[in-house]
């Protein structure tokens, strides 16, 4: 099976940039999107395709992906950005994975 | 606007059957490249892909789960049905539906609030 692994955390100040990685064999082979979720609330898509970001997603959000490792970076840390992201991609045998989560804080 | 929104029960016993409904709105669930997936969460831990359908019939499941989930669609209704067999304590979980938009490598990007259902006899 395949599995995406991510840190449990992330510290970031505010106004500074958080980085959340996504680790897998060979992720750069394969299209990365990134979910964003609250407290209590239901995940919100903040990247996909590795680099693109939906309507209403700030530019501050961005992604890359290349060799075993996607990031999700936050330039400008917010204290609205506190939440856990997820990382997922297809998979032909396991379908969709999910990353194991990340809890982004802001201090 | 897209909108979709899960229901069902709160609570079941071990052993009972689930069945949860997603309804839909703002897209079409005949539209061949969207389709509607299953997606639970159990407190406090990671996100999990349970099943998912398309208006052609594809219709694919969790390894892990296939023997217990059996998912359809009524296109006439915009619903998407998810039924799970043989309920445990440790399905305990916020059970969301989510559209997959076939446009973008099959990316999640509407989901419903979820629901909590919590299983105890």
């Known amino acids: 099976s395949y599995v995406l692994t991510q840190p449990p955390s992330v510290s970031v100040a505010p106004g500074q940039t958080a980085r959340v990685s996504c680790g897998g064999t060979?992720?750069?082979?394969?299209?990365v999107h990134w979910y964003q979720q609250k407290p209590g609330q239901a995940p919100v898509l903040v990247v996909y395709?590795?680099?693109d970001r939906p309507s209403g997603i700030p530019e501050r959000f961005s992604g890359s992906n290349s060799g075993n490792t996607a990031t999700l970076t936050i330039n400008r840390v917010e204290a609205g950005d506190e939440a856990d992201y997820y990382c997922?991609?297809?998979?032909?045998?396991?379908?969709?994975?999910f990353g194991t989560g990340t809890k982004v804080t802001v201090l | 606007q897209v909108t979709l929104k899960e229901s069902g029960p709160v609570l079941v016993k071990p052993t009972e059957t689930l069945t949860l409904t997603c309804t839909v709105s703002?897209?079409?669930?005949?539209?061949?490249?969207?389709?509607v997936s299953w997606i639970r969460q159990p407190p406090g831990k990671a996100l999990e892909w349970l099943a998912h359908?398309?208006?052609?019939?594809?219709?694919s499941y969790s390894a892990s789960l296939k023997s217990r989930l059996t998912i359809s669609m009524d296109t006439s209704k915009s619903q998407v049905v998810l039924i799970m067999t043989n309920m445990d304590p440790g399905d305990t979980a916020t059970y969301y539906c989510?559209?997959?938009?076939?446009?973008?490598?099959?990316?999640?990007?509407?989901w419903g609030q979820g629901t909590l259902v919590t299983v105890s006899s």
């Open positions: 997922q991609v297809w998979d032909t045998s396991d379908h969709y994975v």
């Open positions: 359908i398309f208006s052609i019939d594809e219709k």
């Open positions: 060979n992720i750069g082979s394969r299209s």
């Open positions: 989510a559209r997959i938009n076939g446009d973008y490598s099959l990316v999640f990007d509407s």
């Open positions: 703002g897209f079409s669930l005949s539209n061949a490249r969207m389709g």
């Open positions: 395709d590795d680099t």
